[in-house]
């Protein structure tokens, strides 16, 4: 599976992350646990979710899906 790109499916995920992220609960490499926990994936899905987040980061926050406000 290719992480490339944002996935529209994925963007509640993302938002429950850049949360996490403020929050300061987690070091993000150990998010992955806690989407699991949050929403029932599975370990591979979850790691490919949090990848995919941290190599678009960029333009998640560009496109305003992530803002600041969370």
Do not use: C, H
């Not at 994925?10 to 992350?17: A, P, Q, R, S």
């Not at 609960?25 to 370990?43: H, I, K, Y």
């Amino acid at each position: 599976m290719s992480n490339k790109g944002i996935k529209e499916e994925w963007i509640e995920y993302y938002v429950y992350l850049e949360k996490l992220k403020q929050s300061g609960v987690t070091n993000m490499f150990g998010s992955p646990q806690f989407l699991r926990e949050a929403f029932d994936l599975g370990r591979r899905e979850a790691i490919n979710i949090v990848a995919n987040w941290m190599e678009n980061y960029t333009e998640l926050k560009e496109k305003g899906i992530l803002r600041g406000d969370e």
